[in-house]
């Protein structure tokens, strides 16, 4: 799967999940505690989500929100599980 | 009078209970109020309560010196206001009393209730909880506050001067909790004067050592108290609060009720340990051991890795993956004794 069909398929993820946060606009790269007030529970609801949607496994420790910075580093973590 | 006031707030290190947000909010990263925080914040207690908002049950955990720091830390001089002092001094308008307090360099900590704060129409129940507020802006009628509800994360946001004073005016004796255990039918608010520009407190190696006997050995520290307070003795101590949360977990997971409350102090615990421990090295009381600090940084992912499992399994209601919590902490509480032990042998040696 190419990076850019992860992208748009977890911008519909944020936007099942993440009703605040207006998929129109957002920026994947920005910091998303500062831009979108991302928080812990939110970033789980976020990958659990994703874990359905791409058929992948997140290890608990790699729910911590400090492991990400943007959607971009969760776009990345995707990229790297689906094309191991 | 001014237009608009903001005092300085950073983000707090530790975020679990409003009282600890709220003084490392106000103190931050201060040097005075490390040797202070470096040398207490180091016990862990827990003990059953009924939960203030819905009736239940709850495990309450917190580090020693809990709610209390914000009394008795140093480095803040706390005045005790009660609401007759508040009418009598502004005429019963709690906007003029908090805007003056502001002005004067005071920060206010009180019990509001959050219901009238989070939604304009009239609920037939209460939301009590402290609001932390640090500035006001007179042109925009907001206050600016440090609290959990209104982001789903301890965050520094604003609330309409209106919104304050609604969910001042309908709080009772009753609903206010950092009143009504100690000054029975009174309520009130605090207002706190930040006072860290002379070092009243050192970096307190017997105290270090001492409590963290206490942890490791799971005793009564509140014991060294009783002169104050001796009303509680179902409280659990030190490495045995492990227990006790996954105890609470593994009902959580049956009944499917889920709080993360427990696990997210002890996550906090785990982190101004870490710090502590650094601390400790950077001034010399510890030689230099990165080895150390990496093992003990497992213990800080272990508990962050077993809370995140209980909000994962409080979305999916996957129950089958509970096993992990206890795995998690197993080897959380091992490496930690571990660790301990060696500061200890090093700071007693």
């Known amino acids: 799967m190419q990076k850019e069909e992860i992208k748009s398929k977890l911008i519909e993820v944020i936007d099942e999940n993440l009703p605040n946060i207006d998929t129109q606009t957002v920026d994947v790269s920005a910091d998303f505690v500062d831009e979108y007030d991302v928080n812990s529970i939110q970033l789980i609801q976020l990958i659990v989500a994703a874990e359905e949607k791409f058929e992948v496994d997140f290890d608990d420790k790699e729910l911590a929100l400090s492991k990400y910075n943007s959607f971009e580093d969760v776009i990345n973590t995707i990229d790297g599980k689906v094309n191991k | 009078m001014a237009d608009k006031k903001v005092l300085p707030v950073e983000y707090p290190k530790i975020t679990s209970w409003q009282w600890h947000a709220t003084l490392f909010s106000i103190l931050g990263d201060d040097e005075n109020f490390k040797k202070w925080v470096y040398s207490n914040y180091i016990q862990l207690r827990c003990y059953h309560i009924t939960e203030i908002f819905t009736g239940d049950?709850?495990?309450?955990?917190?580090?020693?010196?809990?709610?209390?720091?914000?009394?008795?830390?140093?480095?803040?001089?706390?005045?005790?206001?009660?609401?007759?002092?508040?009418?009598?001094?502004?005429?019963?308008?709690?906007?003029?009393?908090?805007?003056?307090?502001?002005?004067?360099?005071?920060?206010?900590?009180?019990?509001?209730?959050?219901?009238?704060?989070?939604?304009?129409?009239?609920?037939?129940?209460?939301?009590?909880?402290?609001?932390?507020?640090?500035?006001?802006?007179?042109?925009?009628?907001?206050?600016?506050?440090?609290?959990?509800?209104?982001?789903?994360?301890?965050?520094?946001?604003?609330?309409?001067?209106?919104?304050?004073?609604?969910?001042?005016?309908?709080?009772?004796?009753?609903?206010?909790?950092?009143?009504?255990?100690?000054?029975?039918?009174?309520?009130?608010?605090?207002?706190?004067?930040?006072?860290?520009?002379?070092?009243?407190?050192?970096?307190?190696?017997?105290?270090v050592i001492r409590t963290l006997h206490e942890y490791l050995e799971c005793q009564d520290t509140k014991d060294h108290f009783r002169m104050m307070r001796n009303r509680f003795d179902d409280t659990v101590f030190g490495i045995d609060v492990y227990d006790s949360v996954l105890e609470q977990v593994e009902k959580q997971v049956e009944s499917g009720d889920f709080d993360i409350r427990a696990t997210h102090i002890m996550y906090d615990h785990k982190?101004?340990?870490?710090?502590?421990?650094?601390?400790?090295?950077?001034?010399?009381?510890?030689?230099?051991?990165?080895?150390?600090?990496?093992?003990?940084?497992?213990?800080?992912?272990?508990?962050?890795?077993?809370?995140?499992?209980?909000?994962?399994?409080?979305?999916t209601g996957d129950t089958s993956v509970k096993n992990r919590f206890k795995g998690y902490f197993d080897e959380a509480k091992t490496k930690e004794i571990e660790v301990l032990n060696t500061v200890l042998a090093e700071l007693e040696g």
């Not at chain 2, 421990?277 to 508990?303: C, P, R, S, W």
């Open chain 2, 271 to 315: 982190v101004l340990m870490y710090d502590r421990i650094k601390y400790l090295m950077e001034k010399g009381l510890l030689k230099q051991n990165q080895e150390l600090l990496d093992k003990y940084a497992q213990v800080v992912d272990n508990v962050l890795a077993s809370r995140n499992l209980v909000i994962r399994i409080s979305i």
């Open chain 2, 57 to 207: 049950d709850m495990l309450f955990a917190d580090i020693m010196p809990g709610s209390s720091s914000l009394k008795e830390c140093p480095y803040i001089i706390t005045s005790l206001m009660t609401k007759n002092q508040i009418d009598s001094y502004c005429n019963g308008d709690v906007l003029d009393f908090i805007i003056k307090t502001i002005d004067m360099g005071g920060y206010v900590y009180g019990v509001f209730d959050e219901a009238k704060i989070l939604c304009d129409v009239e609920l037939d129940y209460k939301f009590p909880h402290e609001l932390f507020i640090y500035g006001y802006d007179k042109e925009k009628k907001i206050f600016n506050v440090g609290d959990f509800t209104f982001n789903e994360k301890y965050a520094h946001t604003t609330v309409t001067f209106e919104e304050v004073e609604r969910g001042y005016n309908v709080i009772a004796p009753k609903d206010d909790h950092m009143f009504k255990d100690d000054y029975k039918g009174v309520r009130g608010l605090y207002v706190i004067w930040k006072n860290n520009e002379t070092p009243y407190y050192e970096l307190d190696k017997k105290l």
